[in-house]
Structure formats: C-alpha cells, structure tokens
C-alpha cells in the first residue's frame, strides 16, 4: 500500500525496565545521547521524510508511557534498534507497540539482529529486521514503502511475508562516511543526558567506524569489521555544532581507536586550534598509540582525558586475547598524558577462559599500578559473535544453542561468565575486591580531593547521582 511521506519514529528503549532480570542497566554512571538513533534520523530526514525520535531510556518511560507517546505521533513506520543485552526489552515493547498500532511498520535493526536475524524475527511483532549498518537500508525502506513497492529483497534486510522471511543480499559496509547526513541530535532530548564523570551539557561524537584489530573477546559483526573514517572538515563541522549550537562542555568520543590514524589526529587538533573551538573532550584508543607529539597536540586542542583498554595484567592471557599491546610504551604514554593534565581512565577484565585467580589478582595488582585516575573491570562474557564465544562451543565448554534460543525469546536463566575455572560467587568477590583496592588506596582519594575538575563540576556531579539514583528507583 502506497504511504505518501511515511512518519517514522525512532525509539531507544528503556534499558532499566528489566523484562529480564540479567539484563538490567548496570551502567549507573550516566546516560548517553542515542547516537546511533541520531544518524538514523540524521539519514532518513535528508531523504525527505518527516522522523521523531523517543528515548524512552533517557525519559525513563515505561511501556505504557512509551505506546502514549507514540501514538500521539501516528506513525506509519516505527524503528527500533537491540543490542544482545537489551533484546528482550526491545521484544516487549514492540509486542506492546503492535497492539496498540496494528497497522504500523516495525522495523528493528542494530547489532543483535545482525547475528541472529532469522531467530529474533520469530518475534512476529517485528516486520523488518535491518543487518548491518542501517544508515542508507532506512532511507530506501521508506522511499519502497512511499512508492508501494516490495521491500522485500532490499539488501541487508530480512522481510515477513506471511510465514516466510525473505532475507535481502548482504550490504557491504558503508565506505563513505562523509557522505552522510549529520546526526540528527537536535531531535534528542539533550538536556537529559547526564553523568557523573562529565560537565553538562556534553555531547557524544564518533568520527570512526570498526575496528582493524581482532580482539577474541570484541564482535565486530554489526560493522563488518572494516576500520573507516570521517574526513577531517567534517569531524571538525560537527565539533562547530556541538560548540556553537549546543554550547557543549565536553565532547564524548566513542570511537573505538581516536588515534589510529596519527595524521588525522593532528589535523583534527590543529583545525581545532585554528577555528578557536575551546570545548573539552575526551577519547577511547589504545596506549600504545598515544606518542608525545599526538599527547601534546591532544591536549593544545583541550583534549580532558584518555579511556584505554588494558583488560589483563598477565601477559599470558593478553596473548589469549589476541590483545597486541605494548605495555610498557603504554604505560609511559599514561604517565605523561597526566603530566599533561588529562585524566586517565584504563578498562580491565576478570575471568577471561583460562584466567586462574592468581592472574586476576595480577591484573590487579597492575591497575593499581599505572597511573590511571579511573579504573573499570567487567567479567567476561562470551557474547555471540565473538570469537572466545566460538572457541568455547567447539571445546563443548558452552552450552551450543544459548544465544539462538534467547534470541527466541526462550531463556534458560542468565548465560554465565566465560570463565570455566572459577565461580560466578568468586568472579564477583574479585571485581568488588578490585575496585576497593583501587579507589579505596589513599594516592586515588587524595587525587580525587585536590582535583580541580572535581570540585569544578561537584554541584552539576552530585544533582546527577540523585537523578540517577531517583530513575533507579522509579
């Protein structure tokens, strides 16, 4: 049927709303800006077509709350994006969303339908799975939908017809960053975002996509794995817009590697100096390619902090990992981006396959030993895609099927973590006992009392914690 102009309406779901009880929002330090539902919108506006966003999580609505808001907009098409943690949240709230809008077009996407698109699309409520990026598939899903035509067969999706899924041709990784639309995040509620680590207003940018590095534990599914990039005019025009538009403190960048490419970091800091952008920002890349040159350009540029992953203190299950880092080069990087002045941040994991006790206590050990303002350990998972997943179900250590029948909405109880040695009771005494023995050491307490950023943004941190803590408990 012929839809002239469909309405689409965007949805980040409320990842608190804890359907499963696994699954609930860990991360209490923040909210985020729903970036990759901005460059949705960002795509399907520059094509013509009338998009609302919903951050149900940033807004804290519940089902009924979302449906409410939903059909005030009458939408013809509404979109959804899942990861694996989130995906039953986002199964409930398109069953909610099809009974109250029967005759709407649910398209999902994001990088859980990417590994399992047949399976989760056995959720009927679903009409349209996207696979892969969806930045150019959601632009010409609409113009089909416009025009009448069959969608079915549109490269990277997979469509219901009647009882049937027709599954598109794979599409390639989009290489052309430039040549999409700015992320549209004027159509986030931007005054929602909060964290107790950043000043507010804050904005998140990525100026990068994928990742050349293979790290067994890290999926690079949904992106294909190629490493791509935006130019540098371009990072720096929506540097502009953060600045000038949204009068932004601090910028957020979530790319995976900031300094890979080293050329481009420097014209990206000395664009920055040139057009007067005084904004703070900080970034995620490895310590190991933070040289002084890139250090010293990084923070002319007003560059606040740098997020590392180390993830183990043994040497032996970095091997495991595949995580080629050079320790030592990184740790004098460390060192000097806070001689700097910039705040250092490192990422560790416990209970990796194969880790003993021993080498987590290793790992540690070594975080309270670099020079890092911030530390955050997680346990492993294996999440499906990668490839420590992969190794436990050929040693018939994994349960085969867990990740396919979940994402059939059929749950076996939580997955466990990836270690086969160690217990989840002990896995957790570990990661308590790491964060006590590194925030709790008098060197990180007295930093933290004579931090000027601290005392700075303590006002603006302390009404975020209550926020936060009243979300948590509503």
């Given at each position: 049927?012929?839809?002239?102009?469909?309405?689409?309406?965007?949805?980040?779901?409320?990842?608190?709303?804890?359907?499963?009880?696994?699954?609930?929002?860990?991360?209490?330090?923040?909210?985020?800006?729903?970036?990759?539902?901005?460059?949705?919108?960002g795509a399907a506006r520059a094509a013509g077509f009338p998009v609302s966003v919903i951050d149900a999580h940033a807004l804290n609505l519940d089902l009924e709350g979302l449906a409410g808001q939903v059909g005030e907009l009458r939408p013809d098409v509404i979109g959804l994006t899942s990861t694996t943690f989130n995906w039953p949240v986002v199964a409930a709230v398109a069953r909610s969303?099809?009974?109250?809008?029967?005759?709407?077009?649910?398209?999902?996407?994001?990088?859980?339908?990417?590994?399992?698109?047949?399976?989760?699309?056995?959720?009927?409520?679903?009409?349209?799975a996207v696979i892969g990026e969806g930045d150019l598939v959601l632009p010409e899903l609409l113009a089909q939908l416009a025009a009448g035509d069959e969608?079915?067969?549109?490269?990277?999706?997979?469509?219901?017809?009647?009882?049937?899924?027709?599954?598109?041709?794979?599409?390639?990784?989009?290489?052309?960053?430039?040549g999409l639309a700015l992320p549209a995040i004027d159509l986030l509620p931007m005054d929602r975002y909060r964290s107790l680590t950043l000043p507010r207003p804050?904005?998140?940018?990525?100026?990068?996509?994928?990742?050349?590095?293979?790290?067994?534990?890290?999926?690079?599914?949904?992106?294909?794995?190629?490493?791509?990039?935006?130019g540098v005019e371009r990072v720096l025009e929506e540097i502009e817009r953060?600045?000038?538009?949204?009068?932004?403190?601090?910028?957020?960048?979530?790319?995976?590697?900031?300094?890979?490419?080293?050329?481009?970091?420097?014209?990206?800091?000395?664009?920055?100096?040139?057009?007067?952008?005084?904004?703070?920002?900080?970034?995620?890349?490895?310590a190991d390619l933070l040289d002084d040159e890139v250090l010293l350009a990084l923070r002319d540029a007003g560059c606040a902090g740098v997020h590392c992953g180390i993830e183990a203190g043994s040497e032996r299950i970095r091997?495991?990992?595949?995580?080629?880092?050079?320790?030592?080069?990184?740790?004098?990087?460390?060192?000097?981006?806070?001689?700097?002045?910039?705040?250092?941040?490192?990422?560790?994991?416990?209970g990796y396959p194969g880790e003993t006790r021993e080498e987590i206590e290793e790992t540690i050990r070594l975080s309270c030993q670099l020079p890092l303002d911030w530390a955050s350990y997680t346990i492993t998972i294996a999440l499906p895609g990668t490839d420590i997943h992969s190794?436990?179900?050929?040693?018939?250590?994994?349960?085969?099927?867990?990740?396919?029948?979940?994402?059939?909405?059929?749950?076996?109880?939580?997955?466990?973590?990836?270690?086969?040695?160690?217990?989840?009771?002990?896995?957790?005494?570990?990661?308590?006992r790491a964060y006590r023995r590194f925030y709790l050491r008098p060197s990180t307490i007295g930093r933290k009392i004579v931090s000027r950023r601290l005392w700075r943004e303590l006002p603006s941190v302390f009404g975020t914690g209550v926020e936060l803590l009243k979300q948590r408990r509503r």
């Open positions: 049927m012929m839809v002239e102009r469909p309405r689409l309406v965007l949805i980040r779901v409320n990842e608190g709303l804890g359907i499963h009880p696994f699954l609930r929002e860990t991360n209490v330090s923040g909210v985020y800006p729903a970036l990759g539902i901005a460059y949705l919108a969303l099809r009974a109250a809008m029967p005759d709407a077009t649910l398209i999902v996407g994001g990088p859980h339908l990417s590994l399992y698109p047949n399976e989760s699309m056995e959720e009927r409520a679903f009409d349209v969608i079915a067969g549109i490269p990277g999706t997979v469509v219901r017809r009647g009882d049937d899924l027709v599954q598109g041709p794979a599409r390639p990784p989009i290489v052309d960053l430039d804050f904005v998140s940018m990525v100026t990068s996509r994928g990742c050349p590095y293979r790290c067994r534990f890290c999926s690079q599914a949904y992106v294909g794995g190629a490493h791509r990039e935006h953060a600045v000038h538009t949204y009068h932004a403190r601090e910028i957020v960048f979530f790319d995976e590697t900031f300094t890979l490419n080293r050329k481009r970091v420097l014209a990206i800091c000395e664009g920055m100096l040139a057009r007067n952008l005084k904004v703070g920002w900080n970034i995620r890349t490895r091997r495991l990992m595949n995580k080629k880092l050079d320790l030592e080069t990184g740790m004098r990087a460390l060192e000097r981006a806070r001689r700097l002045g910039m705040e250092t941040r490192g990422y560790f994991m416990l190794d436990l179900l050929e040693s018939g250590q994994w349960e085969g099927q867990y990740w396919r029948e979940y994402s059939r909405q059929h749950f076996s109880g939580p997955p466990g973590y990836a270690s086969r040695t160690l217990e989840a009771e002990e896995l957790e005494a570990l990661l308590r």
